[in-house]
C-alpha cells in the first residue's frame, strides 16, 4: 500500500496563478483532510470531508476550494495564489472522523508564491 | 475548543527515558487525548492515544493523570531517530485533530 500520495512534491507560483494540489489514498478511508503548516507552526486544518460528496471549512479555509472526487482523492484548489498562501501542504486520511481515529499523512506539498 | 499546553523544547539523551507533558486542564469527560509526531521533512504520524487509563504500544507509553487535566508520553530510549516535534491533541467531539506547536524534542548522541 502506498498510503497517502500527494502531487506534487515542490510548487512555485506567481501571485495570481491558480493550481490545484492532488491528494489520493489507498486504504479505503471514508475521511480525508487538507491542513497547511507554516514555519515553525502546528498545522492548520484548511477543509475536510467526513465523507464521499461531503465537504466542511476548517480553520483557515479563505482563498482555497476543496473536491472530493471520490472515495480516494481529495484536491485542493488555489485560485488565485498569493505570497501568504506559501507553506507546506499536507493530506490526511482516517477510516472516519469521529472518536479515535489514526490520520494517516502524506509527504506533503512545498508550495511557494513569488 | 479544550487546548493543550506544552514546553516549546525538550532535549535527552541517547538510550535515556524521555518524558514529554502536556496540561489539558479544560479536558471534558469524552476527550480523548492523542499524541503525534513530527519527523523533519515529513508529515506527522500517530504515536498513542487513551481516554482515561495508562497506555502502552510499541512506540511509547502515555500516563494520565487521575484527574485527566495532564498526561506525559513516555519514550522508554531515546534513540536519535526520536528526534521530533511532538503534538498533544484533545480530540473535541467529532471534530478533526488541532495541532498547537508541540515540543521539539532533541536527542544528543
Known amino acids: 500500500n502506498a498510503g497517502v500520495t500527494q502531487t506534487p512534491k515542490f510548487q512555485v507560483l506567481k501571485t495570481g496563478q491558480s493550481m490545484t494540489l492532488q491528494c489520493a489514498q489507498d486504504m479505503n478511508h471514508n475521511s480525508m483532510y487538507w491542513y497547511r503548516q507554516d514555519p515553525g507552526m502546528g498545522l492548520r486544518l484548511i477543509y475536510y470531508s467526513a465523507s464521499e460528496g461531503t465537504t466542511d471549512k476548517g480553520e483557515v479555509p479563505n482563498g482555497y476550494n476543496v473536491s472530493r472526487l471520490n472515495k480516494r482523492e481529495f484536491s485542493l484548489r488555489l485560485e488565485s495564489a498569493a505570497p501568504s498562501q506559501t507553506s507546506v501542504y499536507f493530506c490526511a486520511s482516517s477510516e472516519k472522523s469521529g472518536g479515535f481515529n489514526e490520520q494517516f499523512f502524506g509527504p506533503g506539498t512545498r508550495l511557494t508564491v513569488l | 475548543d479544550a487546548k493543550t499546553t506544552q514546553p516549546n523544547s525538550m532535549e535527552s539523551n541517547e538510550e535515556e527515558p524521555v518524558h514529554l507533558p502536556c496540561n489539558h486542564s479544560?479536558?471534558?469527560?469524552?476527550?480523548?487525548i492523542h499524541w503525534y509526531r513530527q519527523l523533519p521533512s515529513q508529515g506527522p504520524e500517530y504515536v498513542i492515544h487513551?481516554?482515561?487509563s495508562n497506555v502502552n504500544n510499541r512506540m511509547a507509553s502515555l500516563a494520565i493523570a487521575e484527574d485527566r487535566k495532564s498526561s506525559t508520553l513516555i519514550l522508554h530510549r531515546a534513540t536519535l531517530r526520536d528526534a521530533a516535534v511532538y503534538y498533544c491533541i484533545l480530540r473535541v467531539g467529532y471534530t478533526p485533530l488541532v495541532f498547537g506547536k508541540g515540543t521539539r524534542l532533541s536527542v544528543i548522541a
Open positions: 479544560t479536558i471534558s469527560g469524552t476527550d480523548y
Open positions: 487513551g481516554l482515561t
